[in-house]
């Protein structure tokens, strides 16, 4: 965000500190915080995980069958309109997105209209949006919501996500 000029500095850091905090506030929660490889403030990020007492690990870089293996280990999939959350639905995450920009999404918003995410602003109630993605309720569930148009346009990542689905997800998968 910062890197492509969409926040500058000091407001990204701002905000994801607001995130931070409203996260700190879940009982027994455990981070996994994959920076996108351009991203260069790492040890910011930790400063403010160890500020804040938040359990968790940063990662950056790694292979594809590295990334769906992490997003298959962690509960719920946590992001800011990245596109890694297409790749969360397909592994049938629930995904939980986190507005940075006041609604003025610069990148796609696809992600956000795709209702196959639980929606929150940075400032909201982000406490109560990833515990509900905990619960990974049916009607949350990222694969029975997913519209046609995402569905078609990521068909052909079908068979790499594939090895990282549960039974369940897999017999939901062969549903659709």
Same mark, same amino acid.
């Given at each position: %965000?910062? #890197?492509?000029?969409?926040?500058?500095?000091? +407001?990204?850091?701002?905000?994801?500190?607001?995130?931070?905090?409203?996260?700190?506030?879940?009982?027994?929660?455990?981070?996994?915080?994959?920076?996108?490889?351009?991203?260069?403030?790492?040890?910011?990020?930790? #400063?403010?995980?160890?500020?804040?007492?938040?359990?968790?690990?940063?990662?950056?870089?790694?292979?594809? +069958?590295?990334?769906?293996?992490?997003?298959?280990?962690?509960?719920?999939?946590?992001?800011?309109?990245?596109?890694?959350?297409?790749?969360? %639905?397909?592994?049938?995450?629930?995904?939980?997105?986190?507005?940075?920009?006041?609604?003025?999404?610069?990148?796609?918003?696809?992600? $956000?209209?795709?209702?196959?995410?639980?929606?929150?602003?940075?400032?909201?109630?982000?406490?109560?949006?990833?515990?509900?993605?905990?619960?990974?309720? $049916? +009607?949350?569930?990222?694969?029975?919501?997913?519209?046609?148009?995402?569905?078609?346009?990521?068909?052909? +990542?079908? $068979?790499?996500?594939?090895?990282?689905?549960?039974? #369940?997800?897999?017999?939901?998968?062969?549903?659709?």
């Amino acid at each position: %965000m910062v #890197e492509d000029g969409d926040l500058n500095k000091q +407001e990204y850091f701002k905000k994801l500190e607001i995130v931070f905090q409203k996260l700190a506030l879940i009982k027994d929660i455990e981070l996994t915080l994959k920076l996108h490889p351009r991203e260069g403030y790492l040890d910011l990020c930790q #400063e403010m995980l160890t500020n804040l007492n938040l359990r968790g690990k940063i990662v950056r870089e790694m292979s594809r +069958e590295e990334f769906y293996k992490l997003i298959q280990e962690n509960d719920s999939f946590i992001n800011f309109g990245s596109t890694a959350a297409l790749e969360a %639905m397909i592994i049938n995450k629930p995904i939980v997105t986190i507005d940075m920009f006041d609604g003025k999404w610069p990148y796609s918003d696809i992600i $956000v209209k795709s209702n196959a995410t639980i929606n929150v602003r940075y400032d909201g109630n982000i406490q109560k949006a990833v515990e509900e993605s905990f619960e990974d309720r $049916v +009607e949350l569930r990222p694969l029975r919501q997913f519209n046609e148009m995402m569905f078609t346009a990521l068909a052909s +990542e079908k $068979v790499l996500a594939k090895d990282w689905l549960s039974q #369940e997800d897999e017999a939901a998968w062969k549903n659709l």
